[in-house]
Each structure stands twice: as structure tokens, then as C-alpha cells.
């Protein structure tokens, strides 16, 4: 038996009870999307730089190398969604953290990468490890 693929309320529900900030959410997908750009024909400077960000240790080491490599590269729907989003210039960031249920339902490895973090609650019906 499978199980039920998760929901956007699953997800956001997931999110209030262990408070997960906007800047941990918008983090993750943007490794996904920084993922689905080296996956693309780069010049070598382009993937070096794109190699260094995801390098970067976080400001306040919430951020593992396992938790890194747990994410996914992101699809095409996911792709779209944070290419007009990203659109909106400074606003873009608060516009996918909001909407960080939609990028996890399209990509579980994102919460899969964020219940990696220590004291994580887990609900039964958004695990995806």
C-alpha cells in the first residue's frame, strides 16, 4: 500500500507546527532551482558560481550538506512558478515562501530536506523520508 501523496494543507500544516520561517522555505526551493539550472548547458562560470552558492554554508547553520543533497531538482511546473514569481523583483522571495506548499507538494524532496532538520515534528501524514 502506498501512501496518500501530500497536500498543500498538509504541508502548510507542517510548516506552522514547527515554524519553519519564510527564509528556510524560499532557501530550499531556490537550491531546487539552482539544481535544475546546473542541469542545463552552462559555460563553466556560470556553473562555478552556481556551485559556490550552493556551497555556502547558511548564516546560521540551519542548513546541512545532507539536507542539500536531499533536494531535488526542480520541474517544469515548479521552474515556471519560481521564474514569475522571481519576476517580482524583492517581493519574489515572499511570494515563494508563501507559496512553499505548492513547490513541496510539486517536489517532496523540499520538506524531505526540511524534516531532516534537528527536533523536527513529523506528522504521519506528510512523511516522505
Given at each position: 500500500?502506498?501512501?496518500?501523496?501530500?497536500?498543500?494543507?498538509?504541508?502548510?500544516?507542517?510548516?506552522?507546527?514547527?515554524c519553519?520561517?519564510?527564509?528556510y522555505?524560499?532557501?530550499?526551493?531556490?537550491?531546487?532551482?539552482?539544481?535544475?539550472?546546473l542541469?542545463?548547458?552552462?559555460?563553466?562560470?556560470?556553473?562555478?558560481?552556481?556551485?559556490?552558492?550552493?556551497?555556502?554554508?547558511?548564516?546560521?547553520?540551519?542548513?546541512?550538506?545532507?539536507?542539500?543533497?536531499?533536494?531535488?531538482?526542480?520541474?517544469?511546473?515548479?521552474?515556471?512558478l519560481?521564474?514569475?514569481?522571481?519576476?517580482l523583483?524583492?517581493?519574489?522571495?515572499?511570494?515563494?515562501?508563501?507559496?512553499?506548499?505548492?513547490?513541496?507538494?510539486?517536489?517532496?524532496?523540499?520538506?524531505?530536506?526540511?524534516?531532516?532538520?534537528?527536533?523536527?515534528?513529523?506528522?504521519?501524514?506528510?512523511?516522505?523520508l
Open positions: 500500500m502506498s501512501a496518500a501523496p501530500i497536500t498543500n494543507a498538509d504541508v502548510d500544516a507542517w510548516c506552522r507546527t514547527n519553519i520561517p519564510p527564509g522555505k524560499y532557501g530550499i526551493i531556490l537550491i531546487s532551482f539552482t539544481k535544475r539550472l542541469a542545463a548547458d552552462r559555460p563553466p562560470r556560470e556553473r562555478l558560481e552556481f556551485l559556490e552558492y550552493l556551497n555556502e554554508p547558511s548564516a546560521d547553520h540551519w542548513l546541512s550538506t545532507n539536507m542539500i543533497a536531499t533536494v531535488a531538482a526542480m520541474d517544469d511546473d515548479g521552474f515556471k519560481a521564474a514569475e514569481a522571481l519576476k523583483g524583492d517581493k519574489g522571495l515572499d511570494v515563494i515562501a508563501k507559496h512553499f506548499p505548492t513547490f513541496a507538494v510539486l517536489n517532496p524532496s523540499l520538506l524531505a530536506s526540511l524534516q531532516m532538520m534537528p527536533g523536527m515534528k513529523t506528522a504521519a501524514s506528510v512523511e516522505v
